[in-house]
């Protein structure tokens, strides 16, 4: 399988708050070949600054997370620690 040309997309939510209303476009999207998602990774920052990341495939038992793993293709540790704390320094704290 060839990779490229690929592009970050960072998503952020009112709050920081992920209510799942993105995942029907999403999938959308996904199932006419608009796009292909090769990885995702979930960031919070709490109101101390505090910065928390979750892998999609690691949020078993929630069915938002299943849906969004779902349109993936599964690529393994493709977003490096340091893609992630260069966005969690653009995230403001949640309240």
């Not at 038992?61 to 966005?87: C, P, T, Y």
């Amino acid at each position: 399988m060839t990779l490229g040309p690929i592009e970050v997309l960072v998503v952020s939510f009112p709050g920081n708050e992920f209510n799942g209303e993105i995942i029907p476009e999403l999938e959308r999207l996904v199932g006419n070949d608009t796009i292909s998602i090769i990885d995702g990774v979930l960031v919070r920052k709490d109101a101390d600054g505090e910065v928390t990341f979750t892998e999609f495939e690691e949020l078993g038992g929630n069915a938002d997370a299943e849906r969004l793993a779902n349109v993936m293709d599964q690529l393994e540790s493709l977003i490096s620690d340091e893609d992630i704390e260069d966005v969690a320094d653009t995230m403001s704290r949640s309240q």
